[in-house]
């Protein structure tokens, strides 16, 4: 079924503001770049021989001391759950969201976005499509770079996203999987986001000679 998605062997751009679905072998280490800085990336996963076993941002706090934070060190959970993938190198400022879900057309309508404005939720599932994997299917991303941490009043605290040009952060595969990742295309004036231009993210292999 999801043949017509690549493997990753060299550097596969997720085109700003779209998004890109890679298979990564088990024991393969990749990066996710920032290529222009101050970008979110909505990351994604499901188990390739098994669609139905998916990354699970609740699983993840769970089994990780009910922390929101990832980092070096941190297991990534299926929904099974089981580890799908490792964090063994960060070198943006180490903020990533696991509580929001992607954003959709009715999100942006609801906050004044207008209507069938480009949104993450339809990036993946489009993306995602070869697979096999049904629409209502989509898991809760790792938000990657984002900022948003909610604060002692439970009121989220959110701020630019925190990686600068050219940084990324790295993870392990610990399973066979099928890897989305979408350039967010949020614009809206929330966090400084009015004007604000979507930019390419990379997924590429730490070692090509390796994957």
């Known amino acids: 079924m999801s043949a017509q998605i690549p493997e990753l062997h060299a550097p596969h751009e997720v085109p700003a503001g779209g998004a890109a679905a890679v298979r990564i072998p088990a024991g393969t280490v ?17 188990a390739a021989d098994d669609i139905d076993e998916r990354l699970s941002t609740a699983e993840t706090m769970n089994f990780n001391d ?15 759950p089981r580890v799908m993938f490792t964090v063994v190198e960060d070198t943006s400022s180490g903020r990533h ?11 942006y309508a609801y906050y004044g976005g207008g209507e069938n404005h480009r949104n993450c939720h ?18 809760n991303p790792l938000n990657l770079f984002q900022v948003s941490m909610p604060g002692p009043d439970g009121v989220v605290e959110v701020g630019p996203p925190g990686a600068e040009a050219g940084q990324y952060i790295a993870l392990r595969a610990e399973l066979d999987v099928i890897v989305a990742v979408s350039s967010c295309p949020f614009d ?6 009015a004007g604000w231009v979507a930019t390419p993210l990379i997924i590429r292999p730490a070692n090509p000679q390796e994957s």
């Open 30 to 46: 990749f990066q996710v770049v920032d290529v222009a800085g101050q970008q979110i990336g909505d990351f994604v996963a499901l």
């Open 66 to 80: 009910w922390s929101a934070r990832v980092s070096p060190g941190t297991h990534l959970y299926s929904n099974k």
């Open 97 to 107: 969201d696991l509580n929001y879900a992607a954003c959709t057309a009715e999100f």
């Open 122 to 139: 339809d990036n993946l599932v489009a993306a995602l499509a070869p697979s096999g994997m049904r629409p209502v299917d989509l898991p």
């Open 188 to 193: 809206l004036d929330k966090a400084g986001g």
